[in-house]
């Protein structure tokens, strides 16, 4: 199969049965955690998933999660590390055009951001550079974005559209208008 077609195919399930992630942990909740992963029953999907993350340079892990009761078993492939993450999302970030989009292109940000700040401290870990206002900003916009995603999926499980649905709507049309103005700016 042709990349680009596998790409896309990727991307769509990325932004059907993806996460984008940044939360805090550690000791006092002062670290920065990263991951991007795909959660699915089907193991044969998430395998294919992870042969084209293979094919394009980028490492994944495929494991079970805890079994639950009455429940199909769920797999969830992951992807860690600062390189590999930035590398799928400019990977699939072409084919991309949901609320996923918004979250990957966010987190790509400050993965760069980092990476950046890695690179001018001599290579230290990421993790040990200290978290300033801008890396606070990124995390709270990802849970904002969060929490929009979790009220359009309660909307559309809802017999009626509720005024978090519609708010959702005209943002991501915002957001889709500003990347259209900004594509147009740069041609």
Not at 40 to 49: A, E, G, P, S, V
């Amino acid at each position: 199969m042709d990349n680009k077609i596998e790409l896309g195919w990727l991307a769509g399930i990325i932004e059907g049965e993806g996460c984008f992630s940044i939360n805090k942990a550690g000791n006092n909740r002062k670290h920065f955690v990263l991951s991007i992963s795909i959660t699915n029953t089907d193991f044969i999907l998430l395998n294919k998933c992870n042969e084209i993350l293979n094919e394009n340079g980028i490492t994944s892990t495929v494991r079970r999660e805890k079994a639950i009761v009455n429940h199909k078993p769920r797999f969830d492939l992951m992807i860690g590390g600062i390189g590999n993450m930035i590398n799928l999302i400019e990977k699939v970030l072409p084919f991309m055009f949901s609320q996923k989009k918004v979250q990957a292109e966010l987190m790509l940000n400050f993965l760069k951001r980092r990476f950046l700040l890695m690179n001018n401290n001599c290579g230290k870990s990421w993790r040990k550079i200290p978290y300033g206002e801008i890396d606070y900003s990124y995390l709270r916009a990802m849970q904002s974005l969060k929490s929009i995603s979790e009220s359009v999926e309660t909307g559309r499980l809802s017999s009626h559209v509720d005024d978090v649905t519609v708010r959702t709507a005209r943002i991501c049309k915002g957001a889709d208008q500003n990347r259209n103005d900004f594509g147009t700016r740069l041609n």
